[in-house]
C-alpha cells in the first residue's frame, strides 16, 4: 500500500503538470509571431469542441446497441441552432442550449 507521502507527492507532481501545460503555450507565445493562418485555423476550435461536446450528448450509446437519440437535447437543439444562426454568438449559443435543456427537464422531458 502507498504511504501517505507518495500520494501526496503524486497529487502535486499531477497539479504542477496541469499547470504547465496550461502556462507554457502562453509563455512560447509571448515571443512567437503566430501566421495569420494559424490563428485562423485556432480561431475554429472552439466551434469544434462545443460541436464535438454536443453530438456526444445527442446520442446515447447501449453496449451491443446501436446508438439512440437523446430526445431532450435533440429539442433544446433547435432554439440554440436558431440563436446560432442569428447571433453567431458562442456565449448565447451556450446560454440558449443550458436554458432550453433545462426547461426540458423542468418540464420532465429529461
Known sequence: MPSSNEILLTIVLCGVVTWLSRVIPFVLLKYV?????????????????????????????????????????????????????????????????IVSLAVLRAMGMA
Do not use: D, Q, R
Not at 35 to 43: A, D, H, P, Q, T
Not at 49 to 67: A, D, E, K
Open 33 to 97: 509571431k503566430l501566421s495569420k493562418g494559424v490563428i485562423e485555423f485556432l480561431s475554429f476550435v472552439p466551434i469544434v469542441i462545443m460541436t464535438t461536446l454536443w453530438f456526444s450528448n445527442l446520442f446515447t450509446v447501449n453496449t451491443g446497441h446501436l446508438p439512440t437519440l437523446n430526445l431532450a437535447y435533440a429539442i433544446a437543439t433547435l432554439p440554440t441552432f436558431l440563436v446560432a444562426v442569428i447571433t453567431k454568438n458562442l456565449l448565447a449559443i451556450v446560454a440558449i442550449g
